[in-house]
């Protein structure tokens, strides 16, 4: 059974750091492309990192403007975005999901896979 765990998130004051990380099993995850996505409350869902299945190429959403670092482990099946420079507006539910193919996420259609989320909470 195809699953992805969250972790690592939290309260932090405006300008501070977080670091989630995401375990994947169950599935041939080699194969799968990785992201996070993120919403906030009365909001869209947002694409916000993304990961192909190297761990080599990377992309971000418009609203990182480079605060924001996404890592692939392969050994150990993990991965990780490492959140910089935090703002109140960056509040939301982080969720760790994967998805076949290639090249840069178009839709959350595409997803295969999700994770129940993580609370990142920024106080001002």
Not at 3 to 19: F, N, P, W
Request: net charge positive; hydrophobic share 35%; aromatic share 12%.
């Amino acid at each position: 059974q195809a699953q992805l765990v969250e972790s690592g998130g939290g309260l932090v004051q405006a300008g501070g750091s977080l670091r989630l990380s995401c375990a994947a099993s169950g599935f041939a995850m080699d194969n799968y492309r990785r992201v996070w996505i993120r919403q906030a409350p009365g909001k869209e869902r947002e694409f916000g990192a993304g990961v192909d299945w190297s761990g080599t190429s990377t992309y971000y959403g418009d609203f990182v403007k480079g605060r924001f670092t996404i890592s692939r482990d392969h050994a150990k099946s993990f991965v990780a975005l490492q959140m910089n420079s935090l703002k109140p507006e960056d509040r939301a539910v982080y969720s760790c999901a994967a998805l076949s193919g290639y090249g840069h996420i178009r839709s959350l259609s595409e997803i295969n896979y999700w994770g129940q989320g993580t609370q990142v909470t920024v106080s001002s």
